[in-house]
């Protein structure tokens, strides 16, 4: 059984900083792609970005590159997403997902919202 568990997320102002975790259980982060998305109110889930498996990197979606970055910890087994420059626009819950064992697993997701 993989669990995934986000923290971090609250209530900023523009231009502030957040890093959101994913806790890992069932899974080794260091041999998963580690994947996060948002979901804006009303509108569909999008990629964020993801951290490859084997240290192969990371990829970021356009609208993120160069605010976003995303790590992992080996021995907390945890995903990171540290977010920059935050703007109203990247307000919405995020999701830690990871795909294994043929299925999609998601975590409960944390709530980022960004406002003056």
């Known amino acids: 059984q993989v669990q995934l568990v986000e923290s971090g997320g609250g209530l900023v102002q523009p231009g502030d900083s957040l890093r959101l975790s994913c806790a890992a259980s069932?899974?080794?982060?260091?041999?998963?792609?580690m994947n996060w998305f948002r979901q804006a109110p009303g509108k569909e889930r999008e990629f964020v970005g993801r951290?490859?498996?084997?240290?192969?990197?990371?990829e970021y979606a356009d609208s993120v590159k160069g605010r976003f970055t995303i790590s992992r910890d080996y021995a907390k087994n945890t995903a990171y997403l540290q977010m920059n420059s935050l703007q109203p626009e990247d307000t919405a819950i995020y999701y830690c997902?990871?795909?294994?064992?043929?299925?999609?697993?998601w975590g409960q997701g944390t709530q980022v919202t960004v406002s003056s």
């Open positions: 951290i490859l498996n084997g240290g192969a990197g990371t």
């Open positions: 069932g899974i080794m982060v260091g041999t998963s792609h």
């Open positions: 997902n990871v795909f294994f064992r043929g299925r999609q697993w």
